[in-house]
């Protein structure tokens, strides 16, 4: 990472170098285990596990979310929805990601599109942004957020102490299933080229 051009990432900058390498390994992995994945899918993201809130709802608005209390987060969403912020980098393994967590959101700027090249930033971050709950997000049921719940039935604890997270008081998931979320969270990449079945099925949204 140029740490001279993307300032406002420097203090994490050896992690995202990591966690950019891993995320390259990643789609290695999967043209070689998936046989069916293409370039061309690679290139146009349609082969891998996607955890994230409906992009229906793009906005260019980018405000600064730390102040925002009363607003409800999704964990795991794209920087181009509504009051989108970077809370965390995937760092870990090749084979076990495991966020760690900022000490402060950072707002969505333009940076964000090249920090993360050649792989895109929901391979590398974890971006929250403002909550599709107006029946726009596919796991959003009306009442609650289909995948927390999926992630807190399906997938393994990764960690035996709460994260210390700069979301949690605005976080969907944490707000719906408590600790057990958080728990298994650090483990969530949002764009995951070669997730394992376990992780697919998590992700994949109730019909
Ligand atoms: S589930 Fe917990 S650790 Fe994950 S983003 Fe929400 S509050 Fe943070």
Same mark, same amino acid.
Request: proline share 6%; net charge positive; glycine share 2%.
């Given at each position: 990472? #140029? ?9 994490? !900058?050896?992690?995202?170098? %990591?966690? &950019?390498? #891993? ?12 046989? +069916?994945? +293409?370039?061309?899918? =690679?290139?146009?993201? +349609? ?22 209390? !009363?607003? *409800? =987060? ?16 995937? *760092?870990?393994?090749? @084979? ?19 920090? $993360? ?10 971006? !929250? ?11 959003? @049921?009306?009442? #609650? ?5 999926? &992630? ?6 990764? /960690?035996? /102490? ?17 600790? $057990? ?9 949002? @764009? ?11 992700? %994949?949204?109730?019909?």
């Amino acid at each position: 990472m #140029n740490s001279k051009k993307h300032k406002n990432f420097n203090d994490y !900058s050896k992690q995202i170098d %990591k966690s &950019i390498a #891993n995320a390259k390994e990643r789609r290695k992995q999967a043209l070689k285990n998936k046989k +069916s994945l +293409s370039n061309e899918q =690679l290139e146009d993201n +349609s082969g891998r596990a996607n955890i994230s809130i409906d992009d229906g709802e793009h906005c260019s608005l980018k405000e600064d979310i730390v102040n925002k209390q !009363s607003v *409800t =987060l999704c964990p795991s969403a794209i920087p181009e929805l509504k009051n989108s912020a970077v809370f965390g980098v995937v *760092t870990g393994t090749v @084979d076990e990601p495991h966020v760690n967590y900022f000490k402060q959101p950072l707002p969505v700027t333009d940076e964000l599109n090249s920090v $993360s090249l050649p792989v895109t930033p929901t391979e590398v971050f974890r971006i !929250s942004a403002e909550c599709a709950s107006n029946n726009s997000c596919k796991h959003f @049921d009306g009442q #609650n957020c289909r995948l927390a719940t999926q &992630i807190t039935t399906k997938l393994p604890v990764v /960690t035996k /102490t709460l994260p210390s997270c700069p979301i949690r008081r605005e976080c969907r998931w944490w707000k719906q299933e408590g600790k $057990s979320a958080c728990m298994r969270c650090p483990q969530i990449v949002t @764009d995951h080229y070669n997730a394992s079945e376990q992780v697919l099925q998590a992700a %994949k949204p109730v019909e």
